[in-house]
């Protein structure tokens, strides 16, 4: 079964408006973390933004926001007021347990129309 | 700021030669992770090494040895290179506190021929 779990392949959205890009995941463990990374066409990986699972508040960073809903299963990147360079591939990765590495997901291509 | 360095960016190489890709990071972190990444897919884990001295296979270690050099290097070889293996590599790091996100290398892109 997939752990995380991306369902939009690719999103077309027009500058200005708020985006949400969906991430669901699957885990067993009460200890987790969720990340959220911008790939741009250039290729470097770039952290977005980070909610725990025993964070109340969801995590927002300047325009990114995470709508976090732990008894859906769901950590959605929210990115308000849309710019150009937004365009890029987005991905959702899961920390479970003790463990040191992340599991990702196949990520959402995003493309902002002018 | 450097961060996370990779060396090549860029390598051909032919079925069956060997090749060593080098990270090195500037910041001080115990943990450091390789990856690969093949179009339309996320990052599948090679290989990572919690710390200094410790190395553990991730979810496709086949084809793939690793070296934990010191606290800042961590190489990825491939011994024997196959087609399979063209894909763009990655190197990240991590500080053990807490849940710090891993901070990538710009990526190495390997194609085999």
Redesign the interface.
Known sequence: AQK?TQTQPGMFVQEKEAVTLDCTYDTSDQSY?L?WYKQPSS???I?LI?Q?SYDEQNATEGRYSLNFQKARKSANLVISASQLGDSAMY?C?M?EGGN???I????TKLIIKP | NAGVTQTPKFQVLKTGQSMTLQCAQDMNHNSMYWYRQDPGMGLRLIYYSASEGTTDKGEVPNGYNVSRLNKREFSLRLESAAPSQTSVYFCASRRVLGDQPQHFGDGTRLSIL
């Open positions: 995380i973390g990340f290729g470097e990986m952290f980070y725990g991905f990765a920390r040191y590495q992340l990702w997901g196949a990520g």
